[in-house]
């Protein structure tokens, strides 16, 4: 049987279970990921900029030519809208954000349409990429010759048949 006493123990260990529960609730919602946060950063390490994939690389030259929008209709997901149409996905504009590389205007409606802009360090990871690619164009250019691959050298003469 239980006493009142017992009953006030439980009452009260209910009590700190509830407001244990609202704290972690709390904690919870701010680290909430939306599209176009930077919440991400909080539970992931961050990576350099220097080391974005191509596809986010083409996908964050689309998106420096301006007029990029995040929008949403009909209670669908969210997409990303460029003048050209070009497709991003979702995915990879969140890798791009989570990096700090874009900035999503997130004080606009999504039905309207929430401007992308690509920031200072978005632009240096493209000038890094660019050289970083441009480098190894040129190394491997410069690097195929026969001499270096080993592979012997053939010259093929032409018969000429009368």
Same mark, same amino acid.
Request: aromatic share 4%; glycine share 4%; no cysteine.
């Given at each position: 049987?239980?006493?009142?006493?017992?009953?006030?123990?439980?009452?009260?260990?209910?009590?700190?279970?509830?407001?244990?529960?609202?704290?972690?609730h709390?904690?919870?919602?701010?680290?909430a990921?939306?599209?176009? #946060?930077?919440?991400?950063?909080?539970?992931?390490?961050?990576?350099?900029?220097?080391?974005?994939?191509l #596809?986010?690389?083409?996908a964050l030259?689309?998106?420096a030519?301006?007029g990029?929008t995040?929008?949403?209709?009909?209670?669908?997901?969210?997409?990303i809208?460029?003048?050209?149409? #070009?497709?991003?996905?979702?995915?990879?504009?969140?890798s791009l954000?989570?990096?700090?590389?874009?900035h999503?205007?997130t004080s606009?409606p999504?039905?309207?349409?929430?401007?992308?802009?690509?920031?200072a360090?978005?632009?240096?990871?493209?000038a890094?990429?660019?050289?970083?690619?441009?480098?190894?164009a040129?190394?491997t250019?410069?690097?195929?010759?026969?001499?270096? #691959?080993?592979?012997?050298t053939?010259?093929?003469?032409?018969?000429?048949?009368?």
């Amino acid at each position: 049987m239980t006493t009142a006493v017992d009953l006030h123990e439980q009452i009260n260990h209910l009590r700190h279970l509830a407001h244990d529960f609202k704290v972690l609730h709390n904690q919870v919602r701010t680290l909430a990921v939306v599209p176009g #946060t930077r919440a991400l950063r909080q539970l992931t390490p961050q990576q350099a900029p220097h080391k974005i994939s191509l #596809t986010q690389y083409e996908a964050l030259r689309e998106l420096a030519k301006g007029g990029a929008t995040m929008q949403t209709r009909d209670l669908r997901p969210p997409i990303i809208l460029t003048p050209d149409n #070009t497709i991003i996905t979702t995915t990879t504009f969140e890798s791009l954000d989570e990096r700090g590389l874009v900035h999503l205007d997130t004080s606009v409606p999504l039905y309207r349409g929430r401007p992308i802009t690509v920031t200072a360090e978005g632009q240096r990871a493209l000038a890094q990429y660019r050289s970083r690619t441009d480098a190894t164009a040129m190394r491997t250019a410069a690097g195929r010759t026969p001499a270096t #691959t080993g592979m012997p050298t053939v010259t093929a003469k032409r018969e000429i048949r009368r």
